[in-house]
């Protein structure tokens, strides 16, 4: 790492090694010359004189890119594609005359970067089923522990722990539903020449227009797509930048929503991200625990946010058949954006794989709250015992607001049920009125619907063969 | 009075020192791997040193290496300490410290994965299965209980970071990094391994439930290198008291977890480090569950004859 000079935090802190790999300009320049060598047999197939040696020569030099040539024939020519068209040119000099024929510099930036975006959306959807099997695994374990939930902000009925889980899922779910349909039905932009026309293909065809369509969709298939866009101008339509970006945005979205919510959970004491053994807190108050994973989540994810509206932008200021002026952007915007939720995706792995749940704590959130979210029930408790249901709801609301009072003022605890029990206007004993208080009686269906919801949404997600690694825990 | 030993400090460049073991470089080309008598349980390294542990472990993958030397190429050279000293002469005067417990290696390009393989359904792998009926992308049969057995193993590779947090990694991932045909082949000869060591264990009264293996490049081809098939890289559990249904005894470590158990259990260690004393029965014990695994296995005791 070179100190004296800016480098990203992406690429030095955050991303993992197999989404620097795909960025980096070896994939990308590798790609180049596999467009390259797709071309020249799409147009050797289809009669174009290039001598088989070309084609082997081409095929022997995919991935030994000597960079440094390519620096000094870009600093006389000024023109990236055209600095490895010739640094190719010279690894694989019987092609040397026919590599790029009939191409434009958008049949390789351009299906590059569409193979770069599609490659991308595949890591990132493995890191997604990954944190979901965690989350899984994590709803299973606490599918019946009761919790508060919030509206508002405000404590609420009850849910339970795991079902909050499932919430966190849920979003997950939708954005592979997102990738899924994108990986299916994302284009290439195949073979279509300067201002899309394929003019010059039709011109080096002959004039023979289905030897044109044919080459279009052999180069297609040879680089494992199943279409090419099929209307260009010099470039596919910056739409499908946004549309890329626009999932990937969205899973960044996602996380920041369970993010924020860890964070509020670890603000109660209720559940804690993980923490090393010697990781330190605060360089001044020793004691702390900060969120700080789930704080780089958030951090991460508005970076991510921001460049969504960046690529709607730049597809609306494309003029005509293209402007230039999407070029330095796209360079930036697309690759962190993949690299960033990479990032964002890591951490939530960590996260859900290590929370800590602190049961004592929860219930003890509860049993402040749920004496007053009880009144039915507390109502009925009384008329069984014999007693009066108008005298009863009475006697609760007295109480609750003596309880509620003396919990503001004087910083009490809920003591609502030994008020109750106290007076003998309302006549329940004590261990009758925790009984009926027992908080897993509140939490209505959370955990059946914890439960079919890993069998019936979640099983056939992890069940696709897109395998997520089980935490390694081998070490004892 | 047995020699034991808890971290080394040889007259060579340290190239890492690991919760139990210490590894050195041997010139551009070798490495010299030196197992501790350290053990954990539970995620906490003990005080307390295992007599034995680091030879036990040290001479176990070098038994495995020679069984397993026409399946895989590996990186052993020596894993005797005499002819490690006739070829590394600067380690004559740390004969002690070397018996047994280490092994000189061919160095080669590590690859950043972790080739875990589970042939028994345990751990973490319990827990998806608990959860969502599915492991490793598949959905395995209905009515699995723990410790049930699969046919095929599953692979699962994983990793962690150098540094800040653990990644865990998908096979997607790995074939994205190191392309699918290496991908396939780390798949292909970790398979292999564990096939054979589960087969060959199986003969001695061990189960080995699961492992981890660690590969690295070297002059284009890919070796086995690190520790293999060893208790502390796989789970065993004793074959005779094998009962699927219930969490499995472990084979080497049981002594100690039974008491740290008690302890946890009676409020006096809460679980996180340090740990507490452990009384010398305990280590005794262990020391012994480790010899009697590497007897049983190799069909002879260690030889402690030539150890200090």
Not at chain 1, 59 to 75: G, N, P, S, W
Not at chain 1, 254 to 281: H, V, W, Y
Not at chain 1, 408 to 416: E, F, L, S, V
Not at chain 2, 254 to 268: F, I, K, N, T, Y
Request: glycine fraction near 6%; charge should be negative; proline fraction near 5%.
């Amino acid at each position: 790492m070179n100190h004296e000079r800016y480098s990203s935090p992406l690429a030095e802190r955050y991303a993992s090694p197999a989404m620097l790999s795909l960025w980096s300009a070896h994939t990308r320049h590798g790609l180049w010359r596999r467009l390259w060598l797709a071309l020249a047999e799409g147009e050797r197939t289809l009669g174009v004189d290039i001598s088989e040696a070309a084609i082997i020569e081409m095929r022997a030099h995919l991935d030994d890119i000597d960079f440094a040539k390519v620096a000094e024939y870009e600093k006389r020519f000024r023109h990236d594609v055209m600095a490895h068209v010739h640094a190719f040119g010279e690894a694989a000099p019987a092609a040397r005359g026919v590599i790029h024929l009939g191409a434009t510099s958008a049949f390789v930036t351009d299906n590059g970067d569409l193979i770069q975006m599609r490659r991308g959306l595949e890591l990132l959807r493995a890191r997604v089923v990954s944190v979901i099997q965690r989350l899984a695994i994590f709803a299973a374990e606490w599918r019946a522990e009761p919790a508060l939930g919030y509206t508002h902000l405000q404590a609420a009925q009850l849910t339970t722990v795991g079902k909050r889980a499932t919430l966190w899922m849920q979003d997950l779910v939708l954005d592979i539903a997102e990738l899924d349909h994108r990986l299916a039905t994302l284009p290439l932009r195949g073979v279509k020449g300067t201002t899309g026309t394929q003019a010059s293909f039709l011109e080096l065809f002959k004039g023979d227009h289905a030897k044109v369509r044919e080459l279009d969709r052999l180069v297609v298939h040879a680089m494992g797509f199943e279409q090419s866009i099929p209307v260009s101008g010099q470039t596919y339509s910056r739409k499908l930048d946004a549309q890329v970006l626009s999932i990937v945005s969205g899973i960044a979205a996602s996380a920041a929503k369970f993010a924020s919510d860890i964070r509020m959970l670890q603000s109660f004491g209720e559940i804690e991200e993980p923490f090393e053994k010697e990781q330190i807190g605060s360089s001044a108050m020793a004691y702390k625990r900060n969120p700080m994973r789930s704080e780089r989540i958030n951090s991460l994810a508005r970076f991510v946010l921001s460049l969504e509206g960046n690529a709607n932008q730049t597809h609306s200021v494309q003029y005509f058949e293209r402007t230039l002026d999407d070029s330095a952007n796209r360079r930036l915007v697309i690759p962190e954006a993949f690299l960033a939720t990479d990032a964002i995706l890591i951490l939530m792995e960590n996260i859900t794989g290590g929370l800590e749940v602190h049961p004592a704590r929860i219930r003890a959130r509860i049993a402040d709250e749920l004496p007053f979210m009880a009144t039915e029930k507390l109502i009925v408790s009384a008329v069984e015992a014999g007693g009066d249901r108008q005298v009863a709801h009475e006697v609760i609301r007295r109480h609750s607001i003596a309880a509620a009072r003396a919990m503001k003022d004087d910083g009490a605890r809920n003591d609502m049920l030994a008020r109750l029990a106290a007076d003998p206007e309302f006549g329940v004993p004590i261990g009758n009125l925790e009984a009926t208080l027992d908080a897993h009686h509140f939490v209505g269906r959370a955990p059946e619907q914890v439960d079919d919801f890993l069998a019936e949404v979640i099983a056939p997600i992890l069940a696709t063969g897109h395998a997520a690694a089980p935490a390694a825990e081998i070490r004892v | 009075m047995t020699v034991t030993v808890g971290s080394t400090s040889l007259p060579l460049p340290l190239v890492v020192r690991g919760k139990v073991r210490d590894v050195y470089a041997v010139g551009d080309d070798r490495l010299l791997l030196v197992a501790s008598d350290r053990v954990s349980a539970f995620d906490v390294v003990m005080n307390e040193l295992v007599p034995y542990k680091g030879a036990v472990l040290t001479q176990m993958t070098a038994w495995w290496l020679r069984q397993l030397g026409e399946l895989v190429p590996h990186h052993m050279v020596s894993a005797d300490a005499d002819e490690i000293i006739a070829l590394v002469p600067a380690l004559a005067p740390h004969r002690d410290t070397l018996a047994g417990r280490s092994m000189l290696g061919l160095r080669g390009q590590v690859f950043p994965v972790e080739c875990v393989i589970r042939g028994y359904l345990s751990g973490s792998a319990l827990k998806e299965y608990r959860a969502t009926g599915t492991l490793a992308g598949e959905r395995l049969a209905d009515g699995l209980v723990e410790a049930d057995r699969f046919d095929p193993p599953v692979f699962s590779p994983a990793t962690k970071a150098e540094t800040g947090h653990d990644e865990n990694i998908t096979i997607t991932h790995v074939r994205a990094q190191l392309g699918e045909a290496v991908a396939a082949e780390l798949e292909h000869m970790s398979r292999l391994i564990y096939e054979r060591g589960r087969d060959v264990a199986a003969t001695r009264g061990i189960i080995i439930a699961d492992t981890k293996f660690e590969f690295a490049q070297r002059d284009g081809r890919i070796i086995l290198v690190d520790e293999v098939l060893t208790p502390d890289s796989s789970r065993f559990w004793p074959a005779d008291q094998y009962q699927p249904g219930r969490t499995q005894p472990s084979f080497d470590k049981q002594p100690l977890r039974d008491w740290l158990d008690v302890e946890r259990r009676a409020g006096r260690w809460d679980g996180n480090a340090p740990p507490p004393s452990l009384p010398p029965e305990v280590v005794q014990a262990t020391s012994a569950r480790y010899l009697d695994a590497f007897a049983r296995l190799t069909g002879a005791p260690l030889d402690t004859s030539s150890l200090p």
